[in-house]
């Protein structure tokens, strides 16, 4: 599975930018894992293929949207209202569940990784 991630860059608060993670072998769920400088990666969002379920943390919800262009082996993860704190490098990464399943919230159960991109918020 290769992950990559075109996009990212700098916007001002309250601006939006939009993520993509285009995968070369779908696994069923696909996260964003942002990693602030000095902190640990933490989920945000992941969707989920079969279920078409997507869930968000408390940080991002009501301001980022993660959708799926199966067509297009994509992933995006639309980031609306960004805050400083948004500021990050962001991973997308892909865990295989059953189609039943929910995706896993922890990064320990993604077993293939993008390679990252910048996102800079500024005030």
């Known amino acids: 599975v290769q992950l990559l991630l075109p996009g990212g860059g700098s916007a001002q608060a309250g601006g939006s930018l939009r993520l993509s993670c285009a995968f070369s072998?779908?696994?069923?769920?696909i996260g964003w894992f942002p990693q602030a400088p000095g902190q640990q990666r933490e989920g945000v969002s992941s969707?989920?293929?079969?279920?078409?379920?997507?869930s968000y943390g408390d940080s991002v919800k009501g301001r980022f949207t993660i959708s799926q262009d199966n067509a297009k082996n994509t992933v995006y993860l639309a980031m609306n209202s960004l805050k400083p704190e948004d500021t990050a490098i962001y991973y997308c990464?892909?865990?295989?569940?059953?189609?039943?399943?929910?995706?896993?919230?922890?990064?320990?159960?993604?077993?293939?990784w993008g390679q990252g991109t910048q996102v800079t918020v500024s005030s």
């Open positions: 990464a892909a865990a295989p569940v059953s189609s039943s399943s929910a995706c896993p919230a922890s990064e320990y159960h993604y077993i293939s």
């Open positions: 072998h779908r696994r069923n769920c």
């Open positions: 969707i989920q293929d079969a279920l078409g379920r997507s």
